[in-house]
């Protein structure tokens, strides 16, 4: 079993910040990408950065210069700093990592459970 689990979400004023963490735990035989999804009410769900095992990066454009996605030291969790919050951030964030779990197993993506962000005065 391959379990991912966020924290770090919550209610921020616009331009303040927020940092989201994910840690993937249990039968994990290799980690590749990780990164962030987010959904907002009515709208399909966004990737919003990736991280790939050798720390290249990349954003959607609507976060370019405000969010920044880092990885542990131990290659197993996965960091969104995000700054400069706007309301058009609010969404419920979701994790994901591309793990193999075993070496009968083929890597597939593995997700956690979603942490809110509301960014509201």
């Known amino acids: 079993q391959v379990q991912l689990v966020e924290s770090g979400g919550g209610l921020v004023q616009p331009g303040g910040s927020l940092r989201l963490s994910c840690a993937a735990s249990g039968s994990i035989f290799s980690l590749n990408a990780m990164g962030w999804y987010r959904q907002a009410p009515g709208k399909e769900r966004e990737l919003v950065a990736t991280?790939?095992?050798?720390?290249?990066?990349n954003y959607v454009d609507s976060v370019k210069g405000r969010f920044t996605i880092s990885r542990g030291n131990a290659k197993n969790t996965v960091y969104l700093q995000m700054n400069s919050l706007k309301p058009e951030d609010t969404a419920v964030y979701y994790c994901y990592a591309d793990i193999r779990s075993s070496i009968l197993d083929s890597t597939r993506p593995y997700w956690g459970q979603g942490t809110q962000v509301t960014v509201s005065s």
């Open positions: 991280i790939t095992s050798g720390l290249s990066t």
